[in-house]
């Protein structure tokens, strides 16, 4: 049996990884920019989901406690509860919830009021930020799926977790 080089499987990985986010984004295809930041939250809103339900099943957080948090309050619990996971989640958590927060609330918001000045060419630009970030949230997915699958995610590897945004309480007034 001929095995796989470690760079032949990196390759190979890479290969799966990419197609399988090119494969969820063919959701995008022919829809307008307001049917598309709807599929953007829609995913991100997976991707917290499927979070929130390790946080219950593998590290027993409660059910109502868990509803109630978003990606950088996952983040925060791992840091909290010194979680050990796979460091690409730490680092896609961190840019994905910061991303998120951006579309949730204030995306469209500017988009249009650069549009109403600029014309079109702005929501070019706010076209092309989406499709980034829609690109960027589905490889986190994906690579989050491919970790857990092969059961990688929620190893010791010797990265703790860092909450990388001020909190509140630590602020000086």
Same mark, same amino acid.
């Given at each position: 049996?001929?095995?796989?080089?470690?760079?032949?499987?990196?390759?190979?990985?890479?290969?799966?990884?990419?197609?399988?986010?090119?494969?969820?984004l063919k959701v995008f295809e022919g829809k307008s920019f307001l049917e598309?930041?709807?599929?953007?939250?829609?995913?991100?809103?997976? /991707? +917290?989901?499927?979070?929130?339900?390790?946080?219950?099943? !593998?590290?027993?957080?409660?059910? $109502?406690? =868990?509803?109630?948090? &978003?990606?950088?309050?996952?983040?925060?619990? /791992? +840091?909290?509860?010194?979680?050990?996971?796979?460091?690409? !989640?730490?680092?896609?958590?961190? $840019?994905? =919830?910061?991303?998120? &927060?951006?579309?949730?609330?204030?995306?469209?918001?500017?988009?249009?009021?650069?549009?109403?000045?600029?014309?079109?060419?702005?929501?070019?630009?706010?076209?092309?930020?989406?499709?980034?970030?829609?690109?960027?949230?589905?490889?986190?997915?994906?690579?989050?799926?491919?970790?857990?699958?092969?059961?990688?995610?929620?190893?010791?590897?010797?990265?703790?977790?860092?909450?990388?945004?001020?909190?509140?309480?630590?602020?000086?007034?």
């Amino acid at each position: 049996m001929n095995e796989m080089s470690d760079a032949e499987y990196n390759q190979a990985k890479q290969k799966e990884l990419w197609d399988r986010a090119g494969e969820e984004l063919k959701v995008f295809e022919g829809k307008s920019f307001l049917e598309q930041f709807g599929l953007y939250m829609l995913r991100v809103q997976m /991707y +917290e989901l499927s979070l929130k339900k390790d946080l219950m099943e !593998l590290f027993e957080v409660p059910e $109502e406690k =868990a509803d109630r948090m &978003n990606l950088a309050s996952i983040l925060r619990y /791992y +840091e909290k509860h010194d979680v050990r996971a796979h460091p690409i !989640l730490y680092a896609n958590l961190t $840019e994905i =919830a910061q991303q998120r &927060n951006v579309m949730a609330h204030e995306f469209l918001a500017l988009a249009g009021t650069a549009s109403s000045i600029a014309g079109e060419a702005a929501m070019h630009l706010y076209h092309k930020d989406l499709n980034r970030w829609a690109m960027e949230l589905e490889l986190a997915f994906q690579q989050y799926l491919m970790l857990k699958e092969t059961d990688m995610l929620y190893k010791d590897y010797g990265v703790k977790p860092t909450y990388p945004y001020p909190k509140y309480d630590d602020i000086d007034e």
